[in-house]
């Protein structure tokens, strides 16, 4: 046999049950990655492809937390997945998370066992809200990394910016610097090139707030800002970076000739469509309607050019009142040629992206009173039953659906909850669906009070998306089980392959952080999945590979391992999605022996049958 014979040239004896060498399997589930904030450059805030989370079983009976991971500081950024991620000797699906801190984690996304992060870098120490004198509390600890970070998979890297402390007198560190860092997707080391420091004219890296999550579109990163506490000097700033070189290609300013104007849009990051122009709306600030364009949705092409421009007709009145337009940012609806927005009036815009139509209320399709108050949070679903829907719950104001038709939504909520939200600021909602139907809608909030200069305890809310007034589960219904702590201000849950992640400020006005991941519960006295068959082990030039056949209910295995150095039985890897696991061969002289189970949604399994590997001790020297 082919495979005792490379066995035995590499010197080893191996002990297998008597079972046929098989090509490594993958698990038969669905595969969903969010790599950007809600889930698409046109912001839809969906996934269409949640199969395992249903109307049906989102209730507390069936559906909870499963478990926590805590971090080093608040995060404002929304967590992303990214599944069949090679490392540490297997598959595996991870969850990205970064802090204030100026930290980044990967997590296990699957498996309650892995409690300790794949990996966890820190860029330094970070400015703070005593770095100046910001003369409010919208952020009220540290502000390293705010915005969301950006993943491109294919080529296995991680966009993220972090504002850090550096330079400096005697020792003393004084300045500050922004920075693009493009970390390896399996390590999170810096790739080549990596970091990069961002600047412009007139950037001030310590007054610019890194708030828009980055997007990766035609090949280049954008990263863009806002302001803190509106501390002036500022202004808003759009970037854009090679994706493989970090090079610096493009920069535009919204106010050159003025000041202000932030792309701030409450953490969402700029919308681009299928030519790949860009979409963002703007804040307070100057206004003339030639280069200075405070609030104004813009429209760009890919190397950051003005295409196009809407303001509203009373923008002095939107800048006097503090009022910005842009608390929504730019939403794209599919297969149309129509952009929506609205900002802290709850006025919501209807634009057509092929003539925004320059100043005044006329030129849009539509514009009117969607709620009560600011508007941060824009969903869009396309359901075969109630048809074409767009979801908002603004800032002292009641859940609402608007129906599409056409090119114009209804005016009159489709339907609506029942109860307002107390202050600041209303829901970040995302919805889960099975392409047409099942549709969950999600919508994070603080669960009393108000959260502008202070953190406040939160609640997930899950609602039946063809009927919102139908609440199916919410984390404060058995908070021993299922409460998240502080609520994360202004971050939408993400919802991927039967899991919600949703992140927290952790247990503390400041300082603390956490992630919380919730799916279905095990089913009591339900039956666990069945030990796994077929295991096999192979050597060749001193890796030792691990295969075994995977079952299509698994979610993920784990690998135990003994051997004569460590007798008492070791995990060695949790949260493989595929049947494969492989690690160096054992050293001379030393013996091993490996396990599998497998981990289901109602629990583990028994270990599967055991193959050794015995590595002969080597001969003595003579005298």
């Known amino acids: 046999m082919r495979f005792f014979s490379n066995a035995l040239t590499h010197g080893l004896i191996l002990v297998l049950p008597s079972l046929p060498f098989l090509a490594m399997s993958v698990l038969v589930r669905a595969q969903v990655d969010v790599l950007t904030q809600h889930n698409d450059n046109f912001r839809t805030g969906v996934n269409l492809r949640e199969t395992g989370l249903t109307p049906a079983n989102v209730n507390q009976a069936q559906f909870g937390m499963l478990f926590k991971r805590v971090v080093d500081d608040q995060v404002y950024s929304q967590p992303l997945v990214v599944t069949g991620v090679t490392v540490g000797g297997g598959t595996r699906d991870l969850v990205y998370v970064t802090t204030v801190n100026n930290s980044v984690y990967a997590f296990d996304a699957n498996d309650a066992e892995a409690s300790q992060p794949v990996w966890h870098v820190n860029f330094g120490t970070p400015a703070n809200l005593h770095s100046t004198d910001f003369g409010c509390l919208d952020i009220n600890g540290q502000m390293g990394i705010i915005g969301t970070p950006l993943i491109d998979k294919a080529r ?6 972090a504002l850090t402390r550096a330079g400096g007198i005697n020792g003393l560190r004084t300045g500050f610097m922004q920075r693009l860092h493009a970390l390896d997707l399996a390590t999170g080391a810096d790739l080549p090139d990596s970091p990069v420091t961002i600047s412009a004219p007139d950037f001030n890296a310590l007054m610019q707030n890194q708030r828009p999550a980055l997007m990766l579109a035609n090949g280049m990163v954008y990263v863009g800002y806002a302001s803190h506490c509106d501390k002036d000097p500022y202004h808003g700033f759009l970037i854009a970076y090679d994706a493989k070189t970090l090079a610096q290609v493009s920069v535009f300013n919204t106010s050159p000739t003025g000041s202000e104007a932030s792309i701030w849009q409450s953490g969402q990051g700029p919308s681009a469509d299928a030519e790949g122009n860009l979409y963002v709306v703007t804040g307070n600030g100057s206004w003339d309607g030639v280069s200075n364009f405070s609030e104004s949705f813009l429209k760009l092409t890919p190397r950051l050019k003005l295409l196009d421009w809407f303001t509203p007709t009373n923008h002095f009145k939107l800048d006097k009142e503090d009022a910005d337009l842009d608390s929504s940012g730019a939403t794209l609806i599919p297969g149309t040629h129509l952009v929506l927005g609205g900002g802290k009036e709850g006025v919501l815009y209807t634009l057509d992206a092929r003539n925004l139509g320059h100043l005044g209320d006329e030129h849009a399709l539509q514009h009117f009173q969607a709620t009560a108050s600011h508007l941060h949070s824009l969903v869009y679903w396309e359901s075969a039953k109630t048809g074409n829907l767009l979801y908002v719950w603004g800032q002292r104001d009641k859940a609402k659906v608007y129906k599409l038709e056409g090119e114009k939504l209804g005016q009159t909520p489709l339907m609506m909850r029942d109860v307002p939200n107390e202050g600041h600021p209303g829901a970040m909602l995302s919805l889960s669906a099975n392409g047409n139907k099942d549709g969950i809608l999600w919508a994070a909030i603080h669960a009393t009070g108000d959260s502008w200069h202070e953190s406040r305890p939160g609640v997930l809310h899950a609602y039946d998306g063809d009927d919102i007034r139908h609440e199916l589960w919410n984390s404060l219904q058995i908070p021993t089980r299922d409460d998240c702590g502080e609520y994360s201000k202004m971050t939408p849950p993400t919802i991927a392959n039967g899991m919600v992640y949703l992140a927290s400020f952790g247990s503390e006005n400041v300082g603390t952080g956490q992630i919380c991941v919730y799916g279905l519960l095990p089913v009591k006295d339900a039956i666990k999945p069945a030990a796994p068959t077929g295991v096999r082990v192979a050597i060749l030039s001193g890796i030792l590979t691990l295969t075994w ?10 690998v135990l391992r003994t051997s004569t150095l460590e007798p008492e039985s070791n995990l060695v890897s949790v949260g493989l999605t595929t049947g494969k696991f492989t690690e160096p061969t054992p050293e ?36």
């Not at 296995?156 to 910016?161: E, F, K, P, Q, R």
Request: no cysteine.
């Open 156 to 161: 296995g890297v991680l966009y993220v910016v």
């Open 549 to 558: 056949d995977v079952a299509a209910s698994v979610r993920n295995y784990r």
């Open 588 to 623: 001379r002289g030393e013996s091993a022996t490996y396990a599998i189970v497998a981990v289901g949604t109602n629990g583990v399994s028994e270990r599967s049958d055991a193959v050794k590997v015995t590595s002969p001790k080597p001969k003595q020297m003579e005298d």
